[in-house]
């Protein structure tokens, strides 16, 4: 959708409501004129927060389409999970965990594929693994996360595992973007409590029940290296593997060799 298409669709919703451009504006909190200028197709001339807060009005969420693009940035972002799986599963194995991955349920109506399932036989403990490149929807990515770990004990019994606790564990790529999310939403991140060196040395020796871990990892450097990948500022090299997250440090953490 160009930007003439997005205001005609803007102007015709406030049209379908019976508000005029100064009731919209009011409760988008910005200016008539702005309202104006979107519904004129001028959506160049405006903030991108202030496009939102006009849709968002009207309760129109925006999504973007990158056009001849969308194939390319669709390949590097599921090449950045399978690095960021391969990476984790690599991990867990090393520290005595079994892991299966792209683990499906259907249960009840809820459907879907765990990214990993981890567990340690000796503990009886069961790991839900989410994998998240890009944090884009905090509440979706946490809701997911939540219906997969209220139904990993069914899938856990058929692979003849037979798990004592369920615990969550997000594990996101390292960027500044991600970081920045995690840190404006710390009271929805707040259940996923045990993070950095302690969330290390809990999976090397899982002792006690958390109610969820969060984990930031460094992606190993591949030949799309160069390439901006979507949700990414930067592209730095990999001095170590890093599977941790602290609060008001820049970088991660580099893990001890496991």
Avoid: C
Avoid at 211 to 232: M, Q, T, Y
């Amino acid at each position: 959708m160009d930007d003439a298409a997005l205001g005609a669709a803007l102007r015709a919703l406030r049209h379908r409501r019976g508000w005029r451009q100064t009731d919209l504006a009011k409760r988008a909190g910005v200016s008539d004129s702005l309202v104006a200028l979107l519904e004129s197709g001028a959506a160049e001339r405006l903030s991108l927060p202030a496009v939102r807060r006009i849709a968002a009005a009207l309760d129109v969420r925006l999504r973007w389409d990158v056009g001849f693009r969308a194939q390319e940035l669709a390949r590097l972002r599921d090449a950045d999970h399978a690095r960021l799986g391969e990476l984790l599963v690599r991990r867990l194995e090393g520290l005595g965990w079994l892991v299966v991955p792209e683990a499906s349920f259907n249960h009840y109506g809820e459907r879907g594929r765990i990214d990993l399932l981890a567990y340690h036989p000796t503990t009886r403990i069961l790991l839900v693994v989410e994998l998240k490149t890009t944090i884009l929807d905090v509440q979706a990515a946490l809701g997911d996360l939540s219906v997969k770990t209220r139904v990993a004990s069914v899938v856990a019994r058929e692979l003849r595992w037979r798990p004592l606790a369920v615990l969550p564990l997000l594990a996101v790529a390292e960027t500044t973007t991600n970081r920045r999310r995690i840190a404006d939403h710390a009271r929805l991140f707040a259940r996923l409590s045990l993070r950095g060196r302690s969330a290390l040395q809990w999976l090397r020796n899982p002792a006690g029940l958390p109610d969820g871990l969060l984990i930031l990892v460094e992606l190993p450097k591949s030949k799309d290296a160069g390439l901006r990948r979507a949700g990414r500022q930067r592209v730095r090299l990999q001095k170590a593997e890093s599977l941790s997250y602290e609060p008001g440090k820049a970088g991660a953490v580099a893990s001890e060799a496991g």
